[in-house]
């Protein structure tokens, strides 16, 4: 007689990605552009601009639009830029953006800069998710991408990384692997949540 098949980590994360997107669609519907507006006025008190580069994302289907909240930053001073798939496999690359830049179609449904804009090194990365626990891991739609960027960034200096999210994304715990990178905070269109105290020192 055998005992229970143990169920692998990326199973557990293929189970919390079918039901967090259903979940993530219905708040989507339900209250996406007053999100967006409420995203983008707490953005604008938890980052601050001065001397920083802000990366940011073109929102796919019902991720949370952070192109306001972008454009706040912007408006007040930081560089913004947006990533680039530079490849299977590889690390993204991020290349300045402005509100009205142009943009061209990349892998997965992406938009990004064209090759004019420059490529820049942020220091600041808000990330999309499609579910986040309180110790700062996230769930992303499993390619890698963040994690391998993440990983090759603070390999060379120090870089705050902040999720981007419906409050309603919030799980009591992700399924983690061993490559999977902890964000430093979480800022969702309801409140701030710090999971590294150097997210605080940020704005001091």
């Known amino acids: ?7 692998s980590s990326t199973e557990l994360k293929a189970a919390q990605r079918r039901d967090l997107m259903a979940r993530r669609r219905g708040v ?12 983008a006025a707490r953005v604008a008190t938890e980052i601050p601009t001065a001397g920083n580069t802000i990366a940011g994302y073109w929102p796919l289907g019902d991720e949370i639009d952070c192109r306001p909240a972008l454009a706040v930053l912007k ?3 930081a560089g913004v830029a947006l990533p680039v798939v530079a490849g299977q496999g590889q690390v993204l690359l991020f290349r300045s953006w402005c509100p009205g830049d142009q943009l061209e179609p ?4 992406t938009a990004h800069p064209t090759p004019r804009a420059t ?9 999309p998710l499609i579910a986040f626990d309180a110790t700062g891991h996230r769930l ?18 120090q870089i705050l990384v902040v999720g981007i999210a419906y409050d309603e994304q919030e ?5 983690t692997d061993r490559h ?8 969702t269109d309801r409140r701030t949540l710090v999971v590294n105290e150097a997210f605080r020192a940020l704005k001091d």
């Open 1 to 7: 007689m055998t005992g229970p098949t143990a169920v």
């Open 28 to 39: 989507h519907a339900a209250r996406k552009d007053q999100a967006a507006a409420d995203l």
């Open 75 to 77: 408006a007040a001073g």
């Open 106 to 109: 990349g892998p997965f449904g």
């Open 119 to 127: 490529v820049v090194a942020p220091n600041i990365l808000l990330l």
């Open 140 to 157: 992303g739609y499993g390619a890698g991408y963040y994690d391998r960027t993440v990983a090759a960034l603070r390999k060379d200096r």
């Open 171 to 175: 799980v009591a715990a992700v399924p």
């Open 180 to 187: 999977d990178q902890r964000m430093d905070a979480v800022i």
